[in-house]
Each structure stands twice: as C-alpha cells, then as structure tokens.
C-alpha cells in the first residue's frame, strides 16, 4: 500500500499507519456499499410507491392518486439525493484520513454516527436488498470510526498537523 502517502509529509515520507490505511479502505467500500444501496433505490420506484402508500394508511392519510405520486416522487428524490450526498461525503472523509487531516477522524465519526441514526430510523419500516446494503453500510462506517481512534492514529496526526503548520 505505498500509494498512501501523506501529501503533507513529501520530505520524509513516512507511512500512514496501517489502522489509517485500513480505515480508509473501509470508507471506500462503504462508499461502494452506499452508491448500490443508492441505484437499488433509484431502481426500485414501485417499491417506494408502495411505501409511501402503506405509511400513509399507518398514519391514516389517505392520498388519491396525484398525491400519491408527488408523495412518491419526493421520497424517490430525497432517497436518491441522500444516498449520492452520502457516496460523496464517504469519499471526502475517506481523503482527509488519508492525507493525515485532524478533520477527518471527526468528521467520520459524526458521518458515521449521524448514518447510524439515520438507517436506524429509516430501515424499521423497510425490508428488502436496500436495507441490507444500509445495515452493510453502518458496520463499515463503526469499523472505519474504530480504527481512526486507535493508538497510532493520534501520533501520527500530530506529527502531519505538526508539519503543516511549520509549511504554512
């Protein structure tokens, strides 16, 4: 894995340590995870319709035709803009980690925290493929978190933050 390489770090070259590199290849997986789970979505507008229908008669709406389609069409949008926002924001995080940013172990654990919330909430109602890849999803996302907080981690961290503020 030579190609993880601190960008900040081009005199000394040191390694990112192997937690970082791991979790940094989880977060791209995740991303992978998250962008399937995300077509599945797209792919899946009959099955959103029949969500949406049934969570309206759970909370005893009734939607005529017209307004089970809007219904429809702004769960199929918000569903499919989550999932793309999500994709992005695991590619981000997974960059921040691996060029030794302080950022990132926060920003990926809030990522990572704020999607376990979210699926949690979410996948009570739904069963299928796309839950599945949720569920996927979260465990790579505590995984990731895990290992940005392990030992070596901190160090070398500092040592990147340490570096950039002497460049600057």
């Not at 229908?53 to 803009?81: H, I, M, P």
């Not at 695991?90 to 302080?102: H, K, N, Q, S």
């Not at 979410?122 to 999803?137: C, E, H, Q």
Request: net charge positive.
């Amino acid at each position: 894995m030579e190609s993880f390489r601190s960008d900040d770090d081009t005199t000394t070259g040191e390694a990112v340590p192997q937690p970082v590199r791991y979790a940094v290849w989880l977060m791209l997986a995740g991303a992978l995870v998250q962008a399937l789970s995300t077509l599945t979505t797209a792919l899946d507008r009959e099955g959103i319709r029949a969500q949406t229908a049934r969570l309206a008669d759970e909370f005893d709406r009734s939607l005529d035709g017209k307004a089970l389609e809007r219904a429809t069409d702004q769960a199929y949008w918000f569903g499919v803009g989550t999932g793309v926002t999500f994709v992005a924001l695991w590619l981000v995080v997974a960059r921040l980690c691996a060029i030794g940013r302080t950022s990132g172990r926060p920003l990926a654990t809030l990522f990572a925290t704020v999607y376990t919330f979210t699926f949690a909430f979410s996948a009570v109602r739904s069963f299928g493929p796309g839950a599945f890849l949720g569920l996927v999803t979260v465990v790579v996302g505590v995984s990731a978190v895990y290992l940005l907080w392990r030992r070596p981690v901190t160090p070398w961290l500092a040592r990147c933050a340490a570096r950039r503020s002497q460049g600057a």
